[in-house]
């Protein structure tokens, strides 16, 4: 799944190519990749002028004239890329949205799991899943503070904790590898019995990640591609995942690989310490 650094990748690249452009038509080859009306989404955006492009954790909101906004999910396999109205039709290109200047963005995705909601801008929290939103890293809010808070509040593990959304808004799998890692914390510690010092690295070890991530242009492990068909470079700084057993960088021990929630979880046993 594109996690936060490539969705914001994909917001970076997509928003060149399609800002400034105005909607003459759409066609929905796969409807249910819209989550609001059909028919209103067809009908409301020709004559729609594409004025930027935001994002907040994995969502992308794609901001109109009107007052309009499209907040789009990529979810597992979503992609987005520009092509002519003619271009032969990929068979997991599901929505097309057609443009006055004869090019086309169209989405493609292999399982149909992302969704596309049109709302009015500014009731994103109000109307979509990112009102339930924990603050992203690097944020004003993402604080110290806020964090040993959060997670005194939490007693499952910290891996399910750090997915679920609620307290850190877009991480996901590759990236807890990563940072519990780092942090030297077992996946399986208990959220609320991590001790403060080590909630503040876990932190700003989170942020670095991100913000490094985010440089490199995201992780591409499966199908993550950018708006351009590009691949990110952060896969060649990955330290854990997808290096279960593998000599651990830090203290040459085998790297283990086990599930946590159904989750794949590389770890370092030796290295990751368990608070419970």
């Known amino acids: 799944m594109p996690e936060m650094p490539e969705v914001e990748t994909v917001k970076r690249t997509l928003t060149p190519l399609i800002k400034g452009k105005t909607i003459k038509k759409v066609t929905l080859w796969y409807p249910n990749i819209v989550a609001t009306d059909h028919d209103e989404f067809v009908k409301e955006l020709p004559g729609k002028k594409v004025v930027g492009i935001d994002r907040y954790a994995k969502y992308l909101l794609i901001r109109l ?109 590759i990236y807890v590898d990563e940072v519990l890692w780092k942090s030297g914390i077992n996946p399986l510690s208990s959220a609320n019995k991590i001790p403060t010092d080590k909630v503040k690295e876990l932190r700003n070890i989170i942020n670095q990640e991100i913000a490094l991530a985010i440089e490199k242009h995201g992780t591409t492990v499966h ?54």
Request: with cysteine; charged share 25%; proline share 3%.
């Open 223 to 276: 199908t993550y591609l950018d708006a351009n068909g590009d691949v990110g470079g952060f896969q060649e700084f990955l330290q854990v995942y997808g290096h279960a057993g593998d000599n651990c960088p830090k203290c040459g021990n085998i790297l283990e690989k086990t599930k946590v929630n159904g989750r794949g979880t590389t770890y370092c046993p030796h290295c990751e310490v368990i608070y419970k």
């Open 65 to 173: 004239s009107d007052n309009l906004t499209i907040v789009s999910h990529l979810r597992m396999e979503g992609k987005y890329h520009l092509v002519t109205p003619e271009t032969p039709k990929d068979k997991h290109d599901h929505v097309q949205f057609e443009f006055t200047d004869a090019t086309a963005l169209r989405y493609n995705d292999v399982r149909k799991f992302g969704r596309m909601q049109l709302i009015i801008t500014g009731t994103e929290r109000q109307t979509t899943g990112i009102g339930k939103l924990g603050y992203e890293p690097n944020s004003s809010e993402f604080t110290d503070e806020y964090f040993i808070n959060a997670l005194k509040k939490r007693s499952k593990n910290i891996k399910n904790t750090l997915l679920d959304q609620t307290v850190v808004a877009g991480l996901g799998n």
